[in-house]
């Protein structure tokens, strides 16, 4: 039986191994790759962020967890490897018993994931508007 921290830990490598397939999709500029590992990312940081908040029920306050202010005017290669260095904190920070800067890592990281999914939302909706 893994531990709630081995879940955790297990989830984030999966999530950046997952992020890492979307970083290689979209140098290849292999849309629906893109699509999919980014998604499967994300589905997999959700996974860590739930385990996070049942760890930590009414101790986190993550108002002023914030992510990169100028994040509107970032390319979405330059957001991915943002977030992938967040994720590389959170799973040291597991490895060093920080579960609440890995936490902290995770959920920003979700906030970058969330803004290249808006954008890329965002695209395809023009795409057809434009058609």
């Known amino acids: 039986m893994m ?19 979307s970083m290689m999709a979209l140098n290849k500029k292999d849309e629906d ?9 994300a589905a997999e ?12 029920q009414n101790e ?13 005017k970032i390319e979405t290669g330059s957001v991915l490897v943002e977030a992938e260095n967040l994720l590389k904190e959170a799973e040291k920070s597991i490895a060093n018993k920080n579960l609440q800067n890995a936490y ?3 959920y920003i990281a979700r906030h970058y994931l969330l803004k290249v999914q808006e954008d890329l939302a965002k695209k395809k909706r023009e795409v057809l508007k434009n058609k």
């Open 3 to 21: 531990t709630a921290n081995e879940k955790m830990l297990k989830a984030l490598k999966t999530a950046k191994s997952h992020l890492e397939d």
């Open 33 to 41: 790759s893109f699509d999919k590992s980014l998604w499967d990312t």
């Open 45 to 56: 940081l959700e996974y860590a962020l739930f385990l996070f908040s049942i760890t930590f």
């Open 60 to 72: 986190s306050d993550k108002s002023n967890w914030k992510p990169n202010p100028d994040l509107k």
């Open 104 to 106: 902290r890592n995770a």
